[in-house]
Structure formats: C-alpha cells, structure tokens
C-alpha cells in the first residue's frame, strides 16, 4: 500500500543552520504532496504542497520538490529560526480522491540560538 | 471562519469511565477524520466520513471506541470504558476535498 518514510528524529541545528528533512513515498498512481508542520501545543498546519511531478512548493522560507524520478519530496530552508522549532509531516494523498492523507512519521526539529 | 473546534481541550478521567470528545468541522467541508496522536505510535487514522457518512474505520483501534457525525456541524469520538493505554492527543480535521486537511487544536486525554 502507498506509504510515506521520513528520517529520523530529532534534527538539532543552529540558528541559521541549513535545513533538509528527507522524505520518500510509496504509492500508485500520482499522489499530490504535502508538507505539516505541527507547533507545541497545537493541532497540524499545512505548510506546502505540491501537486504534480517536478513542482515546487514553497512558503514562509520552506521549499520542497516533487521529484517522481527518485519518489521523493525533502523539505528544505536555506537559513532556519528558532521558530521554525517544531515537528514536521511530509503526507501524500490517498489513492482515490478520498480526501485521505498518508502521513509519515515526523520529524522534531529542534533550532537552538 | 473559526476554524475547527475541539472539546474539551484537556480531558482528565478515571479508568472505566466513558469518555466523549467533540468536533465542529469548518463549514462547507465534507470530509471530517479522527486521528489520535501517541509518543509510540505517531499519528493515527481512526475514522473517516464524507457527507456524516463514515467511510473507513478500520483505524478504530477496538469496539471500545464510537464516532458519530449526526450532521454535517458536528462529530463525537466515544471511548467506553476508557483504558490508561487511551491517554493521548486525539485531533479532528476536515477538509473540503483536495486533500488539504485542517486540524483542531486537539483534545489532551489522560486516563488514570
């Protein structure tokens, strides 16, 4: 069945470390991509999404490809905050058009100043 | 809009008693999904619906656990009896279609 596989935990970087969190799908057909971001004490924000091969999704500093060839879809950001502290989702759409997603496993994001 | 609403946030209970958890979707959405989240095991699907219809439960972890989307405003997740194994975060979200799904702040549940 699809599946989606992030790394593991915790990443810790320096403020204004360079970011990338690995994500590799599963899946049959063309699922879109997504990338949560989930703060303490709160519920899961979609932070991008891409829809189709080759796309690019950006917002708030965060960028990630959807790379068919390699089924994968890492999340990067050139220059990471202690805000940006967080645990991140990388998900995929359900075949079908359920409205269903996969969620991999997240992956804690620790920025120290 | 409001956003999804959640309650309580915090739920502290005792063994064996019945818990429910509430839910108000975003108006317009059709879907609503439940999911609970755990140190060990991540984030969970419970449950499904599309149109107050549940579509897939198959996360529903045994009988002990209900959901309900008696109309489109309003879902309830039900725990009866609760067991200590329970205590975790359980979220709700909808989504209108397109796979983009908005979550609640999540009910805390700690059953002693």
């Known amino acids: 069945g699809d599946s989606v596989t992030q790394m593991e935990g915790p990443v810790t970087l320096s403020e204004e470390a360079f970011l990338t969190i690995n994500c590799t799908y599963t899946?049959?057909?063309?699922?879109?991509l997504f990338w949560y971001v989930q703060y303490p004490g709160e519920g899961l924000q979609l932070l991008l999404k891409?829809?189709?091969?080759?796309d690019k999704g950006s917002n708030k500093g965060f960028e990630a490809t959807y790379r068919k060839e390699t089924t994968s879809f890492h999340l990067e950001k050139g220059s990471v905050q202690v805000s940006d502290s967080a645990v991140y989702f990388c998900?995929?759409?359900?075949?079908?058009?359920?409205?269903?997603?996969?969620f991999g496993q997240g992956t804690t994001l620790q920025v120290k100043p | 809009d409001a956003g999804v609403i959640q309650s309580p946030r915090h739920e502290v209970t005792e063994m064996g008693q019945e818990v429910t958890l509430r839910c108000k979707p975003i108006?317009?959405?059709?879907?609503l999904f439940w999911y609970r989240q755990t140190m060990m095991r991540g984030l969970e699907l419970l449950i499904y619906?599309?149109?107050?219809?549940?579509?897939?439960d198959s996360g529903m972890p045994e009988d002990r656990f209900s959901a309900k989307m008696p109309n489109a405003s309003f879902s309830t997740l039900k725990i009866q009896p609760s067991e200590p194994r329970d205590s975790a975060v359980y979220f709700c979200?909808?989504?209108?279609?397109?796979?983009?799904?908005?979550f609640g702040a999540g009910t805390r549940l700690s059953v002693l």
């Open positions: 619906f599309n149109n107050n219809v549940p579509i897939d």
């Open positions: 108006s317009g959405h059709d879907y």
């Open positions: 979200a909808s989504s209108p279609g397109k796979n983009i799904q908005y």
């Open positions: 899946a049959t057909g063309y699922p879109s």
């Open positions: 891409a829809t189709k091969a080759d």
């Open positions: 998900a995929l759409s359900g075949s079908g058009n359920t409205g269903k997603l996969i």
